[in-house]
T-cell receptor
């Protein structure tokens, strides 16, 4: 029973391409997040959605666009990929007052 | 924004030894979370601390939050190879229900048999 799942697990692509990462949670949580972990393992928040509405948007290039079709899904679309976008992207979810549960991560490599 | 400093950056211990990882905040912590990350995997929730002086334990791992709520420590007793991984502390931003977490840069733990 996977709580927070992400696809794909690995993504290797060329610079300039457009790609999407999908996230799904079956915990019934209201809030979902996208985090980025760089090569030095520093984990930083990118976006947060609550009940399909964007509530946190950190300083992220507008090439990154999150989309939440419903409460259980939060996808991340990235346009015109750049070398610096190479990282591990984590999805997480939580209800109010509860702990954030993280997905397994998507390892993105831009060549 | 919250800034968290973790120390040490990396730690290599022999199996059976005790160890401590520290997490220090530049601001008062409203919620302090400890996660563990194994290579190639996601973050596994370990513990959450909210009250000054609070201490929680799970198996051989104990986490404490100091009275001033600006520092937390994670202590592992009788370490095992299964404890190896990256330990991350995360802090809740101003107690907001938005749950934005700021993370330290992690401590890489290696346990050799």
């Amino acid at each position: 029973d996977t709580a927070v799942s992400q696809t794909p697990k690995y993504l290797v692509t060329q610079m300039g391409n457009d790609k999407s990462i999908k996230c799904e949670q079956n915990l019934g949580h209201d809030t979902m997040y996208w985090y980025k972990q760089d090569s030095k393992k520093f984990l930083k928040i990118m976006f947060s959605y609550n009940n399909k509405e964007l509530i946190i948007n950190e300083t992220v290039p507008n090439r990154f666009s999150p989309k939440s079709p419903d409460k259980a899904h939060l996808n991340l679309h990235i346009n015109s990929l750049e070398l610096g976008d190479s990282a591990v992207y984590f999805c997480a979810s939580k209800t109010r007052q509860e702990t954030q549960y993280f997905g397994p991560g998507t390892r993105l490599l831009v060549l | 924004s919250q800034e968290l400093e973790q120390s040490p950056q990396s730690l290599i211990v022999q199996e059976g030894k005790n160890l401590t990882i520290n997490c220090t905040s530049s601001k008062t912590l409203y919620g302090l979370y400890w996660y563990k990350q194994k290579y190639g995997e996601g973050l596994i929730f370990l513990m959450m601390l909210q009250k000054g002086g609070e201490e929680k334990s799970h198996e051989k791992i104990t986490a404490k939050l100091d009275e001033k709520k600006q520092q937390s420590s994670l202590h592992i007793t009788a370490s095992q190879p299964s404890h190896a991984g990256i330990y991350l502390c995360g802090a809740d931003d101003r107690g907001s229900t938005l749950g934005r977490l700021y993370f330290g840069r992690g401590t890489q733990l290696t346990v050799w048999p």
